[in-house]
């Protein structure tokens, strides 16, 4: 099966806070895509970050950083001292090269930033 | 460049009708793909064309069919709308179908159905 769980709901914290997003996905390919995305209340979803099933490097962006390990098929994403801004929703997914050729998203998690 | 756009960005309906969405993706993606976002079900894949050919399709019933133009634009026709369709409809576009190609969204569709 192709899925991809983001067991947070809902995520409240303070400005400043750090907090990490939680992703485990079930994959029977060897070769697949992880992404987050983040949709604001305007709707739009906006891509984040790719990593490919053999590259598992954790990567930082600014305030972002993501943890990808395949021994547990997690793809955490954890934003350091978060802003108001980072108030969104946001969707982790995985696309399979050779099973069903489609994205698979999760059901995303909800993050409140409180000034 | 510019993003992936979609027309209109909401619409009201009444049980019954049938509605068209449009998407227009990114200059140089040939790829599109649809999803539909509700609050009970998340997002879910309707079918994603390429070249004008529909590569592959999601678990909807018939009611909702695509289409792709040669210039890569497409559209979505959902018939005999329901309650239930109400929804944001997203329209996103990637270069090709290759699976390093980033899929792009747009800001989305939403449907009321009265």
């Known amino acids: 099966a192709q899925k991809v769980t983001q067991a947070q709901t809902e995520i409240s914290v303070v400005e400043k806070e750090d907090v990490t997003l939680d992703c485990v996905y079930e994959t029977r390919d060897t070769t697949y895509y992880l992404f987050w995305y983040k949709q604001p209340p305007s709707g739009e979803l906006v891509f984040l970050i790719r990593?490919?099933?053999?590259?598992?490097q954790n990567e930082i962006s600014g305030r972002y950083s993501w943890n990808f390990q395949k021994s547990t098929s997690s793809f955490n994403f954890t934003i350091t001292a978060s802003q108001v801004v980072d108030s969104a929703v946001y969707f982790c997914a995985i696309f399979h090269l050779n099973t069903g050729n489609q994205f698979y998203f999760g059901t995303g998690t909800s993050l409140t930033v409180i000034p | 460049k510019a993003g992936v756009t979609q027309t209109p960005r909401y619409l009201i309906k009444t049980r019954g009708q049938q509605v068209t969405l449009s998407c227009s993706p990114i200059s140089g993606h040939r790829s599109v793909s649809w999803y539909q976002q509700t609050p009970g079900q998340g997002l879910q894949f309707l079918f994603e064309?390429?070249?004008?050919?529909?590569?592959n399709k999601g678990n909807f019933p018939g009611r909702f069919s695509g289409r792709q133009f040669s210039n890569s634009r497409s559209e979505m026709n959902v018939s005999t709308l329901e309650l239930g369709d109400s929804a944001l409809y997203l329209c996103?576009?990637?270069?090709?179908?290759?699976?390093?190609?980033?899929?792009?969204f747009g800001p989305g569709t939403r449907l009321t159905v009265l």
């Open positions: 996103a576009s990637r270069k090709g179908t290759d699976s390093t190609d980033t899929q792009y």
């Open positions: 990593r490919n099933s053999f590259d598992e």
């Open positions: 064309y390429f070249s004008e050919t529909q590569r």
